[in-house]
């Protein structure tokens, strides 16, 4: 149940008065600067989060708190607009770029009280698996210092051991490092081809993809408008639940939100799954699947059969063409969402003087990396028509 | 010399009258200071989204409506991309696959000659009508080696009318165009001023022999009155066949037309032939319209637009105003169309009607051939008139009741257009115009008149 989340004890703490809301913003901000080394923050806001946090405190003194998040620090993945906060997409091009507005669910959880505490690092306008090709650098997965992952490796001088850490996988690494290294409480990612799951994974915490259409995209920089959305990273699944209720729900500045009313709802205690049917998908099991990767997926399987559950082997016939599918589609999509980085209205502007031609060219081949550019050339070859 | 068949089809922009933009909120007006009607949105901010104006998407179905077109109740919203200042996003929305509504007609009238005495109606097939975006405005400033952007035009809502090439001539395609004009302003659903950038035509010429298949077409730009679209589409019809005449090709360019020399130029290379990689709008859904039959139950009225509805709901357009006012007040078809064609004058006249005894059909005569010309020779419009209804009214009675003469009327009038607030009847007695009606009276001013002129009398008596 909600009550279990770890959101929810936080938040009983600060009812009870047992931790204020400045107490634990100062700690998870002396938190982000000395795991400072996994580059999981691009910008931290500290001065606006500790403002935050005040503000939460005054409504707990009244017995006015706004919710559950109310005083929460959480993160946001550096490629959603923040009012007041850098907004880089972790890009040249939009380095320094202030934006004006607020996304909506970034609103959403300000208007729930929740505390700020910065923007997350990810892959360059959230291109990657691996949130290793932004321009400030990658992320360090915090797993790269477990005891775990430093007994498996071989001792080792110390520039050697210095440059041995893991990736965070990406897009959304940023937000999965500051999660899983206990400096925030929640994070938004954005997922448009696992994105949020991906990173999840690979640093331990829990990674939600909601429902196209559940969420606003509004303020989220889009990579894929017919595929995007905000993503969430918790560390538990009792915490994406309350994200995901306090973010749901139509938003008329989003056409492609569902107009239905949303019903928050409440994670039963799941006990008895025997009513649960599980599939298997056949076509997942893939040339090239880590005998590690496909012992984990056996084990997952067989929990719920013995707990129950109906667990049969289905096909999506499809599945072998979908990586396909979804580059064409995605390139072609990026294509025309790259078109607006001109230099004219905002953003880098190349130096490049000759031509409204020659300082678009060079202002987009100045601004954009070769990941991004080389999405930009495959989708303009696809949607041309000669 | 076998005859030439000129082909001529029209591609009209046509701003929508509305408050705001067709995707977002910011205000549309004429002329205000530069950038200050910029929305996020418009500005292409990364993140912002577009939001359908449901006023835009009326207007489009009333103008469809209007037009006798078939409209789509799933149409489709798609992005067409080229690089310009004046294009924050890189692309425009437009309907390119599936367009808010097709199939139409208009019909004009022309005069055969050029008395107005004999009309002939015409039509021309709408293809289609799509909902778009404008773009903004850029200046070029040469001698500082910058281009100026203004933005305040970028995402107005625009009906795109394509007119088939059913047209032969600079007077067809104008005709057409003046006739579409009225009908949006009488609808309302745009201002069509050509001058304030309301209303861009576009036009589409090439020539053939008949039996042969079409030729090469040109498209023709940068015209900015009806006139010139007359003046354009002839002068480009004649260059195309002397051209052919004289052995050349006509290439498959645009041209834009130069009104100081009143000649089509080839327009600087945009590129050859543009790919706009046309592909589906993924933040807008499929724009679906219901009528009566299709509208479901409980569905919130606020929410959908209603086909039927707005059909119940239109105004009379043009062609039904003329054979109204032929009907009514017993006036050639002529008269309804140049009635119609000046803004306020078909008021004016029903004004006038109502305030006097002379029948319509001597009304009309004043109307037409005296306060119009006026008007016109002193380019004033209908409301800047100094006579207003109500004396010309006054002096159309006198002359009815035979107090003056008309050629005393005439010259009241005359008076009157000095607008020195005097009356018709003030200015008769001013000048003495009153008609004798006594005929003792009469024969003693005749008398006078032959008594102080005896020698001209003897002249004229012996031939």
Redesign the interface.
Same mark, same amino acid.
């Given at each position: 149940a909600l009550k279990d989340g770890l959101c929810s004890q936080v938040s009983a703490a600060l009812k009870e008065g047992r931790v204020t809301p400045t107490e634990l913003c100062q700690r998870c901000l002396a938190l982000v600067k000395s795991t400072k080394f996994l580059n999981a923050y691009i910008t931290v806001a500290e001065e606006t989060a500790l403002k935050q946090a005040e503000e939460s405190e005054e409504r707990y003194k009244r017995g006015q708190p706004l919710g559950i998040l109310d005083g929460i620090p959480i993160a946001v993945k550096d490629n959603?607009?923040t009012a007041g906060i850098e #907004?880089t997409?972790a890009s040249n091009m939009?380095k320094g770029y202030i934006? %004006?507005?607020n996304?909506t669910v970034v609103q959403k959880l300000l208007d729930h009280g929740a505390v700020l505490l910065g923007k997350t690092n990810l892959d360059e306008f959230a291109m990657g698996s691996g949130s290793t090709d932004g321009v400030f650098g990658p992320v360090r997965n915090p797993w790269s210092y477990s005891k775990q992952y430093k007994e498996k490796s071989v001792p080792k001088s110390h520039s050697e051991e210095e440059s041995d850490w893991v990736i965070t996988g990406g897009s959304s690494g940023g937000s999965a490092a500051a999660v899983s290294s206990f400096t925030c409480f929640a994070a938004l990612g954005s997922d448009t081809g696992g994105s949020t799951r991906n990173p999840a994974a690979h640093c331990g915490v829990v990674g939600l993809k909601p429902t196209y259409g559940l969420i606003s +995209?509004?303020?989220?920089? %889009?990579l894929?408008?017919?595929m995007d959305v905000p993503g969430i990273l918790t560390r538990c699944v009792d915490d994406a639940a309350v994200l995901l209720g306090s973010l749901a729900g139509h938003d008329?500045?989003?056409? #492609?939100t569902i107009q239905d009313d949303f019903k928050p709802f409440e994670l039963p205690n799941l006990t008895d799954v025997s009513k649960l049917s599980i599939g298997i998908p056949k076509e997942y099991h893939a040339p090239g699947l880590s005998s590690e990767i496909l012992a984990l997926w056996s084990k997952a399987a067989d929990l719920f059969k013995n707990a129950g559950a109906k667990v049969v082997e289905v096909s999506l016939p499809h599945t072998r063409y979908s990586i396909v599918c979804y580059h064409v589609l995605c390139t =072609?999509?990026v =294509?025309?969402n790259m078109? +607006?980085?001109?230099g004219?209205?905002?953003g880098h502007r190349s130096d490049m003087?000759d031509s409204?031609?020659s300082m678009?060219a060079a202002t987009r081949r100045e601004g954009f990396n070769d990941v991004v550019r080389g999405r930009i050339l495959s989708g303009?070859y696809f949607?041309?028509?000669? | 010399l076998a005859p030439w068949i000129p082909v001529v089809g029209l591609e009209i922009h046509a701003q929508i009258s509305s408050n705001s933009k067709l995707f977002s909120g910011s205000q549309v007006q004429f002329a205000a200071p530069p950038n200050s009607l910029v929305s996020f949105f418009d500005a292409s901010l990364p993140g912002t989204l577009p939001v359908l104006n449901r006023r835009c998407v009326e207007a489009a179905v009333m103008t469809g409506l209007a037009l006798n077109c078939s409209i789509n109740k799933k149409s489709l919203f798609d992005r067409k991309h080229y690089f310009y200042a004046d294009l924050p996003a890189g692309y425009q929305i437009t309907q390119q696959r599936v367009p808010i509504a097709v199939n139409g007609s208009l019909s004009y009238s022309l005069c055969i000659d050029n008395k107005m005495s004999q009309m002939v109606t015409k039509t021309v097939r709408i293809k289609q009508i799509q909902l778009e975006q404008d773009s903004g405005k850029s200046l070029h400033d040469d001698t500082r080696c910058q281009t100026l952007v203004d933005l305040n035009r970028a995402g107005v809502g625009l009906m795109e009318v394509v007119m088939e090439p059913d047209m032969c001539c600079g007077e067809e395609a104008a005709a057409a165009v003046r006739e579409l004009q009225l009908i949006l302003q009488t609808l309302g659903s745009s201002q069509a001023v050509m001058a304030e950038g309301q209303l861009r035509v576009d036009a589409n010429v090439s020539v053939h022999h008949p039996g042969e298949p079409y030729g090469v077409r040109t498209e023709v730009k940068n015209i900015n009155s009806i006139r010139f679209l007359a003046k354009a589409v002839d002068y480009e019809i004649q260059r195309q066949i002397e051209e052919l005449e004289n052995g050349g090709t006509i290439l498959n360019e645009t041209r834009a037309f130069d009104s100081k020399l009143g000649c089509t130029v080839p327009m600087r290379d945009k590129e050859g032939k543009q790919d706009y990689r046309f592909m589906p709008e993924p933040n807008l859904p499929p724009l679906i319209l219901y009528d009566t039959k299709s509208l479901p139950a409980n569905m919130n009225h606020q929410q959908v637009i209603n086909i039927d509805w707005i059909q119940e709901r239109l105004p009379d357009l043009p062609s039904v105003k003329r054979e109204k006012l032929v009907e009514q007040y017993g006036i050639l078809p002529e008269h309804s169309f140049t009635l119609l064609n000046e803004d306020g004058l078909a008021e004016f006249f029903e004004s006038v009607v109502k305030q006097t005894q002379m029948k319509p059909k001597k009304v009309i005569g004043w109307i037409l051939n005296d306060l119009l010309s006026y008007l016109k020779q002193h380019s004033l419009t209908v409301k800047e008139s100094p006579v207003s209804s109500i004396l010309l009214a006054d002096l159309l009675n006198l002359l009815e009741k035979k107090e003056i003469s008309s050629t005393a009327a005439k010259r009241v009038l005359a008076e009157l257009w000095k607008g020195e607030g005097k009356t018709p009847l003030e200015i008769v007695k001013e000048q003495k115009l009153e008609l004798l009606q006594d005929q003792k009276e009469l024969e003693q001013i005749c008398q006078a008149v032959i008594d102080g002129q005896e020698n001209e009398v003897i002249m004229m008596v012996l031939g």
């Open positions: 959603f607009n #907004t997409c939009l934006s %004006p507005y996304a +995209r509004h303020g989220l920089i %889009p894929v408008n017919s008329p500045k989003d056409s #492609t =072609a999509e =294509a025309s078109a +607006r980085f001109d004219l209205e905002y003087k409204t031609e678009y303009n949607l041309l028509k000669q | -």
